[in-house]
């Protein structure tokens, strides 16, 4: 399996732009979560979700923040319009819920806004 | 508020001598730990874990221990070598959630 996969591996954008942030799951797993990390907060849980299902998207920062999973095989994390505070690297990892399982992460997406 | 904490932002160590990590936690439902690695420009990679109802795991290098009292695990790595440079992060989860949570990482430097 090629683990999971992350598209674009870099985003530069302007402010007020839409940015649409792109993952492929491992094959199988039925988790998926998106994560975001910056020097200050470290790295934070946005969302996830558990057969295409969100579970919990406490984490997502404001209104301007939306993901989705149509299928098992892809999900988007989608900003708009985008700020240069969402300025941050952005991972993608996915499991196999179960009891004692890890996640395995994508590369990252980073975004610049500027 | 931070359920799981790293309160040690860097490390430095002497290659071939023990690196030791530390991670607490504040969430007496968690119960599996992970520590992960992050090379820079790489997503974080699962390195070790430990279960709740253990107080030590063991991998080659790499040692988890977990004092659930105290709350509080540890990563031990023995000897360092420059290639375990990186950051680590520690992570806990709830079997009942799913969801990691991860603590802000420590930089580890193992110097030659």
């Known amino acids: 399996d090629a683990g999971v996969i992350q598209s674009p591996r870099h985003e530069v954008t302007e402010m007020g732009q839409e940015v649409t942030l792109r993952c492929k799951p491992i094959s199988g797993h039925n988790s998926l979560f998106w994560y975001r990390q910056t020097m200050m907060r470290g790295l934070e849980l946005l969302i996830y979700?558990?057969?295409?299902?969100?579970?919990?998207d406490s984490g997502m920062p404001e209104d301007r923040f939306s993901a989705k999973m149509p299928n098992a095989s892809f999900s988007t994390l989608k900003i708009q319009p985008s700020e240069p505070r969402d300025s941050a690297v952005y991972f993608c990892?996915?499991?196999?819920?179960?009891?004692?399982?890890?996640?395995?992460f994508g590369q990252g997406t980073r975004l610049t806004v500027v | 508020d931070q359920q799981v904490k790293q309160n040690s932002p860097s490390l430095s160590v002497q290659e071939g001598r023990i690196s030791i990590l530390n991670c607490d936690y504040t969430?007496?439902?968690?119960?599996?730990f992970l520590w992960y690695k992050k090379y820079p420009a790489e997503g974080p990679t699962f390195l070790i874990s430990?279960?709740?109802?253990?107080d030590k795991n063991e991998d080659g290098r790499f040692t988890v221990f977990l004092n659930k009292s105290a709350k509080h695990l540890s990563l031990h790595i023995v000897p360092s070598q420059p290639g375990d440079s990186a950051v680590y992060f520690c992570a806990a989860i709830t079997g009942s959630q799913g969801n990691l949570i991860f603590g802000k990482g420590t930089k580890l430097s193992v110097k030659p």
């Open positions: 979700f558990n057969n295409n299902v969100p579970i919990d």
């Open positions: 990892a996915s499991s196999w819920l179960g009891l004692n399982t890890e996640a395995f």
């Open positions: 969430n007496s439902m968690f119960d599996y």
């Open positions: 430990i279960s709740s109802i253990k």
